[in-house]
């Protein structure tokens, strides 16, 4: 893979007209605007998830989230990065954890190191791809029964870091967040809310891809990540017009009130989406291994 500089902050001027347009459609936005799909097959259901215990799994994540919640605008007091500095590095990182076959779980524990370090420690442009691969690697120790070789973390990071500079920010890392690395993440939510809701595979997918979108935006930090999960499962509901009722509130703990804020933005960020330079996200739900849900 080519090294990525993830501190390049540009941004042309024909993406922020098209920020600037994609707002003004938001006022008249519908769920129908994406492409209607066949639905194949319902989602296996995995033993794992022990569906006769969800709901107090769920009431206990729920509990616990509340532990890990994103402190407001924790970006301000970062005095060498910005919010786009991380939109950058997430997107990289979208694109080394596919490109290394990991599980997405471990990803999204990727995603709440950095930001959970990121809240507590100032980073230059320099060390912000360092966190990010170390905080990969950390990640992926934890998470996956075979995690790749080390000498994979420097490929894709054309040798930027030594193994031993990797190794001391791990360590940093750890220390930082007390060794806390197991957090309700969306999509441990989202994996027993879809099973909740019996959706079906492009159902799932498509909600899948919504609440990765969100990672890339910082202001979606602001929802806690049971409410991501739900939001991104009525979506999708209401795209394949599946069930126009919500019915999953004794499950996930939200009316459907309480959802449409999230809901506007979640739709307002797949909007842009389109405009975005940072694609990866994007292309890789073009795939037909997501029934290229990311295209319109």
């Not at 909740?196 to 919504?210: D, M």
Request: charged share 25%; glycine share 2%; with cysteine.
């Amino acid at each position: 893979m080519n090294y990525i500089d993830v501190c390049k902050e540009n941004r042309s001027s024909s993406y922020k007209k098209s920020i600037e347009a994609a707002r003004k459609a938001l006022s008249s936005l519908s769920f129908n605007r994406l492409p209607a799909r066949h639905s194949p097959q319902p989602i296996d259901k995995n033993p794992k998830h022990v569906s006769e215990y969800s709901r107090e799994i769920i009431q206990n994540l729920k509990q616990e989230e509340l532990l890990y919640e994103a402190e407001k605008d924790f970006m301000k007091h970062q005095p060498d990065i910005t919010s786009s500095s991380r939109a950058i590095l997430i997107n990289w990182l979208v694109s080394v954890h596919r490109y290394l076959k990991l599980l997405l779980e471990t990803f999204y524990i990727t995603v709440s190191l950095v930001d959970r370090y990121l809240q507590k420690k100032s980073v230059t442009k320099y060390q912000i791809q360092l966190l990010g691969i170390s905080a990969l690697f950390l990640a992926a120790k934890y998470e996956e029964i075979y995690p790749p070789e080390f000498s994979k973390y420097l490929k894709v990071c054309e040798n930027a870091y030594t193994k031993a500079q990797i190794v001391l920010m791990e360590k940093e890392i750890l220390k930082t967040l007390d060794f806390k690395l197991t957090v309700p993440t969306p999509w441990v939510f989202y994996q027993k809310f879809s099973e909740s809701a019996s959706l079906h595979r492009v159902e799932h997918n498509l909600g899948q891809y919504l609440i990765e979108l969100t990672t890339l935006d910082i202001n979606m930090l602001r929802y806690r990540s049971s409410l991501k999960a739900a939001s991104a499962v009525l979506i999708s509901q209401k795209q394949f017009k599946k069930d126009s009722v919500w019915r999953l509130q004794q499950i996930t703990g939200y009316a459907e009130s309480e959802l449409k804020e999230c809901i506007h933005d979640m739709m307002a960020t797949l909007q842009l989406a389109r405009f975005n330079p940072l694609k990866a996200i994007r292309e890789k739900y073009s795939s037909q291994d997501y029934d290229s849900v990311s295209v319109n």
